[in-house]
């Protein structure tokens, strides 16, 4: 009935976060994410979404509470294998982190490369991305010269490039048109149907609302994840419905501010 | 090419395009030491067999040059059938006043003067000698005579020579430790320019060792360069040493110069350095990281 067990792709238990000694950011975060599912983070902006993926992507360590990922507990995990966890995470950065002095070919073939992928396999496969995300022109192009939504995908190519088992994106579409953004999401919904379980952050609830998956709403530092059974079964009307109206609401207060 | 490709933009860091003239300036040390090592060590080795196995009898003068020849070879007659002795050979009058002009000036020495009779003794090379027991026997037979054991001297000096040996080397470890510490400065410095690059590349899964790869491909690469430049420089300092002494030493020293092996064991000293900057910078690398998330 519900997604418990080590079968789940990602799994919280009352996860609690601060920075610091600042307040907690995120409080008694507790859900589950079966393999092959696609939701969205939403949340205002400082609701927490940008930190509770950098705990799915192992780049914070959560102050208490318990994650597992691929069923392995992270609190019993050691240093060392946590690179082979990562290889199975793509993440879109939410302000990309290319690095700077390396082409976007280079750029999108880090994985493959730290994977240790044959070189001519890693040409095929880069220039095939990037291409179809419309940067066959920008393939020797240092990120610095890209425009803002070009370097975002180059992020996404680079997160999707090894076909990781988990694919965190934080807002992956904040700097690209709408045409592109749905062209974005297809890929990642290509990916979904290879199995990669998809989480994406963001704060359009417009975009989130127009893909029919389940959502996962932060507020303030708590998590709602709806029931497991509808998150299980993709029941999201009743969610997109909340979505549309408080956006309504948030765009009304904002014009009456004005 | 690929193999040359870095995922970090080290070499445009500061603190590192100091290290390759430092590394120089240390290998032309560590150059000139080793060759003042392997010097000493020639001589060291030459005087140990060449010039050890010789003695000097001394013979006081009597009051009349026909007993001064009764003495020397009554001397040389036991000198002779001693055990161990191959050679025993009156140095004559002649080659003793050239030896004595450096110190008395031309026509200084003269036959006024009273002088020792000397006597140069070859001992069959790895014969040991009793050269306390010699001169016993000999100045009960012959009174006045005295027994100069090179051996003696010798020691001391060959010891001087070792003395000075261990400092050399002693140079040299301290050079090594220095490029060390040099290495371990400029990784640590470039580890944390790099941080923000270097968690990325972790968060995409990275491991230690792909990092600290390119840490110490680079360290090796800046290393063989500075080796070999230190080298370029190293060269005609010690042809030009090497110059100078031949035309100063004038038999004073006996004739020892590079040889192949050694220029050979010279041509290693970038290697060496090299791989020690490698070695350290991987090391440095893999103990900050594990540190880090
Ligand atoms: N590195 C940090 N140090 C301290 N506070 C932080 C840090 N990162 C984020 N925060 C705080 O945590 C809260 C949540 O931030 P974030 O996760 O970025 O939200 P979102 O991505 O939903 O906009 C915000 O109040 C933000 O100020
Ligand atoms: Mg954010």
């Not at chain 2, 080793?34 to 009051?63: F, K, S, Y």
């Not at chain 2, 026997?137 to 000075?164: F, M, N, Q």
Request: proline share 5%.
């Amino acid at each position: 009935m519900t997604t418990e067990g080590s079968d789940c792709v990602v799994r919280f238990e009352s996860v609690g976060l601060r920075y610091g000694l600042g307040p907690e950011v995120l409080q008694d975060i507790s859900f589950a994410l079966a393999p092959g599912s696609f939701h969205f983070l939403l949340g205002a902006s400082g609701a927490g979404k940008s930190t509770l993926l950098k705990l799915m992507y192992l780049a914070l360590k959560p102050t208490r509470g318990l994650i597992s990922l691929f069923g392995h507990n992270m609190a019993t995990t050691s240093r060392r294998q946590l690179p082979a966890l990562r290889r199975r995470i793509g993440v879109v950065f939410q302000d990309f982190r290319l690095l700077h002095h390396l082409s976007a070919f280079d750029n999108v073939a880090l994985p493959l490369r730290v994977a240790r992928v044959r070189e001519n396999e890693i040409r095929k496969h880069v220039v095939e991305l990037l291409t179809w995300v419309g940067l066959k022109d920008h393939v020797n192009i240092r990120p610095t010269i890209l425009s803002g939504g070009q370097q975002q995908r180059v992020a996404i190519a680079r997160a999707v490039i090894a076909r990781p088992k988990l694919l965190l994106a934080d807002e992956p579409t904040g700097n690209v048109d709408d045409r592109m953004a749905m062209r974005l999401m297809h890929l990642f919904e290509e990916l979904n149907k290879l199995g990669t379980t998809i989480v994406i952050a963001t704060h359009n609830e417009t975009l989130a609302g127009r893909l029919g998956h389940p959502r996962l709403r932060l507020d303030a530092g708590w998590l709602d994840a709806g029931t497991p059974d509808q998150q299980a079964a993709g029941k999201t009307a009743a969610g997109a419905f909340a979505a549309a109206t408080s956006k309504s609401r948030a765009e009304q207060s904002s014009e009456s501010a004005v | 090419m690929w193999a040359r490709r870095s995922d970090l933009p080290l070499d445009h860091d500061a603190p590192g395009r100091f290290l390759p003239w430092l590394i120089a300036f240390m290998v032309y040390l560590a150059a000139l030491a080793l060759a003042g090592m392997l010097l000493l060590d020639a001589m060291a080795a030459r005087w140990d067999t060449g010039m050890g196995d010789t003695l000097t009898v001394q013979i006081a003068p009597a009051d009349s040059p026909e007993k001064d020849a009764l003495r020397v070879r009554a001397t040389l007659g036991i000198l002779r059938s001693f055990p161990g002795v191959a050679r025993a050979q009156p140095i004559d009058e002649g080659r003793l006043m050239d030896l004595l002009e450096p110190w008395l000036g031309p026509g200084g020495a003269t036959k006024d003067l009273p002088l020792p009779r000397l006597i140069d003794v070859e001992l069959k090379p790895g014969a040991q000698v009793d050269a306390a027991a010699l001169a016993k026997r000999l100045a009960a037979a012959v009174p006045g005579t005295a027994v100069d054991d090179h051996g003696v001297w010798l020691e001391r000096l060959i010891r001087l020579i070792r003395t000075v040996e261990a400092l050399a080397t002693a140079v040299l470890l301290l050079i090594g430790l220095a490029t060390a510490g040099t290495v371990v400065f400029t990784t640590r410095t470039g580890l944390s320019i790099h941080r923000e690059a270097i968690e990325v590349l972790h968060l995409i899964g990275a491991q230690d060792t792909y990092v600290a790869r390119q840490f110490a491909g680079r360290a090796l690469a800046m290393g063989l360069r500075g080796g070999v430049i230190g080298l370029v420089f190293a060269v005609p300092t010690l042809l030009g040493i090497g110059y100078l002494a031949t035309r100063m030493q004038a038999g004073l020293l006996p004739d020892v110069s590079l040889g192949p092996q050694h220029w050979a064991a010279l041509a290693g000293l970038p290697l060496v350095v090299a791989a020690i900057a490698m070695v350290t910078a991987r090391l440095t690398v893999m103990r900050t990281l594990a540190r880090m998330l």
